[in-house]
């Protein structure tokens, strides 16, 4: 049987484009990576690495590009940057499509794939929520502390088999992947997590997320948190159990120290996705009536440290 998506092209090779392009390459399929501040590092090196425990794996040789325009057309466009470079997404994908080019976004929080539609059209996207724990290491390599899982649905429709085809390609690469049914559901529960640890880490002052759980008032706080989400979830006919929000307690802690990417970016003195993670869904859930107050505070704290986050650390 002829692949699904015989050539593919990673926008925004940081920890999950690099992941998951990797581990597609390195099953056999023909992934093209976009790649910019790396890119000689890479060439230099030949490879891309990922790191999981004791074990890496090195894709070698890499095909990874310095511009959009030399991967050219590719059947599938992974769309794997920050929310906080929506400007530069028409300028790095349109050179990347064919009239049948399916759009994958991996991006966080809410508004990503309303963007992307509005861009290029809303039967290209689908959007892919992630689920793990990996950080950039150096240019090109990726250490992953938890695999996780991936789920992916189509924007505004029901599964189809290109879908379908595209969860078998990232089984065959060792990923673990759902096609869900509603990909808007997907993302608000997404945000259970994202919402209370990548937004505490920053304004508690840059702490790992195990640190979060073991203290009893940040661990109410994020648990506060996860409540309103929940709660605005349901406002939009989505209800998140709360078995959901307990679990996450339990495999949180299993990550270790982890520094999720908010944190990363902040640290580094890079733009952190403060719209997309706590702004649009404060202003979603008050556009459906829903009250929450510790998103507001927890909102206007981020906007208020990321307006002046300290300066990248040197190397």
Request: glycine share 12%.
């Amino acid at each position: 049987m002829a692949a699904p998506f015989p050539r593919i092209g990673i926008v925004g090779s940081g920890a999950v484009g690099t992941y998951y392009g990797a581990r597609m390459a390195l099953a056999g399929a023909d992934v093209r990576f976009l790649m910019r501040a790396d890119l000689a590092a890479v060439r230099a090196r030949g490879s891309v690495l990922v790191r999981e425990g004791s074990v890496t794996a090195e894709l070698r040789p890499a095909a990874v590009f310095g511009s959009p325009a030399e991967i050219g057309p590719v059947d599938l466009a992974v769309v794997a940057l920050k929310t906080t470079s929506g400007g530069e997404l028409r300028g790095l994908v349109e050179p990347l499509l064919r009239p049948a080019t399916a759009i994958l976004t991996l991006q966080n929080g809410l508004g990503p794939d309303e963007l992307l539609a509005g861009l290029f059209g809303a039967g290209r996207v689908m959007g892919g929520l992630v689920f793990m724990a990996s950080t950039r290491t150096g240019p090109g390599e990726v250490t992953c502390f938890h695999p996780g899982s991936v789920a992916i649905g189509e924007f505004g429709r029901p599964p189809s088999g290109r879908v379908e085809a595209l969860a078998a390609l990232l089984r065959a690469a060792g990923i673990k992947a759902q096609v869900v049914a509603d990909l808007l559901e997907s993302r608000w529960r997404k945000l259970v997590w994202n919402i209370p640890f990548n937004g505490l880490a920053i304004a508690e002052g840059g702490i790992p997320t195990d640190r979060i759980c073991a203290d009893p008032r940040l661990a109410e706080k994020a648990l506060a948190l996860m409540r309103e989400v929940q709660a605005a979830a349901a406002g939009f006919g989505y209800a998140i159990p709360d078995e959901f929000l307990r679990r996450q307690f339990d495999v949180t802690p299993q990550m270790g120290p982890y520094r999720p990417s908010s944190l990363v970016d902040y640290l580094a003195g890079r733009d952190v996705e403060v719209e997309s993670l706590w702004g649009e869904p404060l202003r979603r859930a008050r556009a459906a009536g829903v009250g929450t107050p510790r998103l507001a505070e927890l909102y206007a704290r981020l906007l208020e440290r990321c307006s002046r986050r300290p300066e990248p650390a040197d190397g």
